[in-house]
Structure formats: C-alpha cells, structure tokens
C-alpha cells in the first residue's frame, strides 16, 4: 500500500494498537481492545511487528519458518496462538491453559475466539515489512486476513487521526 493511497477521515474514530508482544496475555489485551473498539464502531488497525508477527502465523507450533538459519531458529522460539507463554509466572507453559480455563468459566472470550472475532469485525491486519526481513518471513506465512505488508511510515500516516497503543 502507497503511503499516498491512504485516505483519512476526521470524522472516523481510530484505533491503531502495534503488537510487539507474543505473550499471551499481552495479545489477548491486544485483541480484547481491539474487538471492543471495533464493536463500537472505530476503525481498527493491528501492526504486528517481531514477536507480535507470532499471532498471525499460518503455521502453528513451534516450527522453523523463515529463510536461513537464525530466521528458522527463531521460527522454532515463536509458537503461534496455541502456545504463547504468559509474560510473567508462566510455570513452563502451564499458565495459558489455566488462562483459557477461567477465560471459558468465567464466559470470558479466549484468545483464539477474540482473534476470529476481530476476522468477523473487519478489523485491519498489517505486518510490519522490516521485521519480516529480520525474521526471513514472508507474507505467504500468514493468514490471508493480513491486509498487507507495511512498513513504519505507512502505518504511521494510516493510523494518524486516532489513538496508537503499543502493546
């Protein structure tokens, strides 16, 4: 996408949120303020940069994605959806399954339902084109609701207008 084919409206509400983080609990923040915003009428916007590129993965599991060496290496620390570790107190991988438990019994969305809910609400999914490099991915690593592939200035004038989150 050409910086110059992004059209603003002021009259739009936006929320733009970068998600650096493969932590399940900071990806469930993304996703939970993303689906809510979205749900009240904000455009919605999600960068994913680094280990945030996790959550959009094709390929779940730890698995040696990327081209060359060290880009695979990391393609087997990075997990996808299923096994991102809690950021504090994970207890060896326990603690996202004691999550998604109290999650279902407390009727509370779980990760995974709120990343299909943001694919129903029409939320925008970018990747972040220089991570990608590091990370020897490509956009064919990803699911088909990543919109595309941008780099930081792009991102920065789509989000502009509105409130951006780092998480």
């Known amino acids: 996408m050409a910086t110059s084919d992004i059209q603003l409206d002021p009259k739009v509400k936006k929320l733009s949120i970068?998600?650096?983080?493969?932590?399940?609990d900071k990806l469930t923040a993304v996703f939970t303020l993303a689906t809510g915003a979205a749900a009240v009428g904000y455009e919605v916007n999600l960068f994913f940069t680094f280990w945030g590129l996790d959550a959009i993965k094709i390929k779940q599991g730890r698995s040696p994605i990327g081209k060359g060496f060290l880009p695979k290496v990391f393609g087997l620390f990075m997990g996808g959806l299923k096994v991102a570790p809690v950021s504090r107190l994970n207890f060896a991988g326990i603690s996202p399954k004691i999550f998604r438990h109290l999650m279902r019994k407390?009727?509370?969305?779980?990760?995974?339902?709120l990343v299909e809910a943001a694919k129903v609400?029409?939320?925008?999914?970018?990747?972040?084109?220089m991570a990608m490099h590091v990370?020897?991915?490509?956009k064919e690593d990803f699911i088909p609701e990543?919109?595309?592939?941008?780099?930081?200035a792009t991102f920065l004038k789509l989000a502009d207008g509105g409130q951006t989150l780092f998480i």
Do not use: P
């Not at 970068?18 to 399940?24: L, Y």
């Not at 407390?106 to 339902?113: F, H, R, Y």
């Not at 990370?135 to 490509?138: A, C, K, P, V």
């Not at 990543?146 to 930081?152: P, Q, R, Y």
């Open 121 to 129: 609400l029409g939320i925008n999914f970018y990747a972040c084109e």
């Open 18 to 24: 970068i998600g650096f983080s493969g932590d399940f």
């Open 135 to 138: 990370l020897g991915l490509s």
């Open 146 to 152: 990543v919109k595309d592939v941008l780099g930081v």
């Open 106 to 113: 407390n009727n509370v969305a779980t990760l995974e339902e």
